[in-house]
């Protein structure tokens, strides 16, 4: 069964203060990860995906990479604006059964 | 592009009444899924449709139920409402639901089970 396992549960930094989200995995086949920001009551919005090892994607303070065993989401010298829940999911398997795992998520707090 | 859309934003119900939910893909896509997020459970997958047939399903009791239109569009069906089914229901949608495709999330509908 996929298993993915996010760390820190909750994160409060300082504005400018750069750090890192961690997701560990466990899958069959990985086919891509999936990084999402969720903000309270709304639906997660599409942040990247990863489909193999060593590759790298940046977005404005965002940048996320990705190992054979996890995936670090790094922001660097972020702003209140980036407080908000990241999800991380992986896909996997084969045949037509692509759906996503999703961990619980870590609760990002950014303080002016 | 619009994104995904989802009808009713919010709902409150009783313990044993049927909720239907609604969930509009974005145009072009062809592949819905449904996911169940509560606070201990987090996101959990509930099934996905493509070409109005259901093609995966997730762990949750027949009372979960759904269909797909010829337009994509998705209904979700919950009977016999449990005091745990209160959660935040999201449906997302991708071209094909193929390997590697990127699923984009609708706003989400808070249902609350009184």
């Known amino acids: 069964e996929d298993q993915v396992t996010q760390s820190p549960e909750a994160l409060r930094l300082q504005e400018g203060e750069s750090s890192s989200l961690n997701c560990s995995y466990t899958v069959s086949g990985l086919r891509g990860l999936f990084w999402y920001r969720q903000d309270p009551g709304k639906g997660p919005e599409f942040l990247f995906t990863l489909y193999s090892a060593g590759e790298e994607k940046e977005k404005e303070r965002l940048k996320a990479t990705l190992t054979k065993k996890e995936s670090f989401l790094h922001i660097t010298a972020p702003k209140p604006e980036d407080s908000a829940t990241y999800l991380c999911a992986v896909q996997a398997g084969g045949g037509s059964n692509y759906k996503l795992t999703f961990g619980k998520g870590t609760l990002l707090t950014v303080n002016p | 592009k619009a994104g995904v859309t989802q009808t009713p934003r919010y709902l409150i119900k009783t313990r044993g009444q049927q909720v239907t939910l609604s969930c509009s893909p974005i145009?072009?896509?062809?592949?819905v899924s449904w996911y169940q997020q509560t606070p201990g459970q987090g996101l959990q997958f509930l099934f996905e449709y493509f070409s109005e047939t259901q093609r995966n399903k997730g762990n949750f009791p027949g009372r979960f139920s759904g269909r797909q239109f010829s337009n994509s569009r998705s209904e979700m069906n919950v009977s016999t409402l449990e005091l745990g089914d209160s959660a935040l229901y999201l449906c997302a949608s991708s071209l094909f639901g193929g390997p590697g495709e990127t699923q984009y999330f609708g706003p989400g509908t808070r249902l609350l089970v009184l």
């Open positions: 145009s072009g896509h062809r592949s």
